[in-house]
């Protein structure tokens, strides 16, 4: 009987996570296993992991031993020194973020199991990473040499879902594609620590209030009383949740202004110092709601919806 030897025989141990970190091992990303279901480096000091992603390896026979050790292991990669990722936590924020800058379409983008977007780039070396660079987008920077990012084929620990590849990593970090020079720029500013806010800002065109004077009246009562609630509800949000919290709130109440029974001044007015409440700093929270009044995708809402 014929042998097969058209496999790698370290990838027969666990032919999804170990299987893809060889692979990047061969671009010249190292990785590292996480728990099973977890964003957790797995900690086994006599097998060489003690020290989180500086641990990471390109190292086939590490590799191989770590995952045939852990084969119910989540995949992790050490971003190497000159990437950056751009690190998305809201799904719907992909568009508007590859219309601000279309090169990125380029770049090698995975899905989170929650639904978000990594996307990996080449940068300058020196660049440090800046949290929230576009906080109205939700959009995290992780530096090369810095931080790690949990990577396809890893479960979710709470959703269940698997991160994917939409375009994967196919080229070792020197050949990624370079940051966008308007994002660069961002990153400037943002170290310097000043407040980025459209000075010009303009809300799209909305459809006219209703003909009928009694619906009209009844949808502006409603969208008050929901503007309302809703603000009383971003004061009490905590830490972590916050911004997606503010970006759901203000989504919701943009539907409200399509319809033309709020206008954005009123939403701004309200929200906005809600947010602030909750811990948020002022020009986070004014890009967030300006964001979701000029580019959410919602329809105008009516009573009929509610």
């Known amino acids: 009987m014929k042998t097969d030897t058209s496999r790698n025989p370290r990838e027969e141990a666990h032919p999804l996570a170990l299987r893809e ?5 061969r671009l010249g990303f190292p990785t590292f296993p996480l728990g099973p279901r977890s964003k957790v480096p797995i900690k086994n000091p006599p097998l060489g992991l003690s020290r989180g992603f500086k641990d990471a390896t390109t190292d086939p026979e590490r590799l191989t031993t770590w995952f045939r050790t852990y084969p119910n ?10 990437t950056l990722v751009l690190d998305l936590d809201i799904p719907e924020a ?3 973020l590859l219309s601000m800058y279309p090169s990125l379409t380029a770049a090698p983008r995975a899905q989170t199991g929650s639904g ?6 080449r940068a300058p070396k020196d660049i440090v990473a800046t949290a929230r660079i576009i906080p109205e987008l939700g959009l995290d920077l992780r530096s090369g040499g810095r931080s790690y990012l949990v990577a396809p084929p890893s479960i ?3 959703t269940g879902n698997p991160w994917r590849w939409v375009h994967p990593l196919t080229v070792p970090p020197a050949a990624l594609p370079p940051i966008p020079p308007g994002l660069l720029r961002r990153l400037d500013q943002a170290r ?16 006219p209030p209703p003909e009928d004077e009694r619906l009209r009246v009844r949808e502006r009562k409603y969208a008050l009383k929901e503007l309302e609630s809703r603000c009383k509800e971003m004061e009490g949000t905590p830490t972590g949740q916050r911004h997606n919290a503010l970006m ?9 202004y399509r319809a033309g029974a709020l206008e954005a001044d009123e939403i701004l007015n309200a929200l906005v110092p809600a947010a602030q409440k909750a811990g948020l700093p002022q020009f986070e929270a004014t890009n967030t709601v300006r964001w ?5 995708a919602i329809a105008p809402r009516t009573l009929k919806e509610t």
């Open 21 to 25: 970190a060889l692979r990047l091992a």
């Open 73 to 82: 292991a989540n995949l992790a990669i050490a971003a190497p020194p000159g």
């Open 292 to 296: 979701a009044l000029k580019r959410s």
């Open 116 to 121: 978000g977007w990594h996307l990996w780039l």
């Open 94 to 96: 992909l568009d508007p």
């Open 156 to 158: 979710h620990p709470k």
């Open 192 to 207: 310097t620590n000043a407040p980025i806010i459209e000075k010009d800002f303009e809300p799209p065109s909305r459809r």
């Open 248 to 256: 759901r709130h203000a989504v919701a109440l943009t539907g409200w």
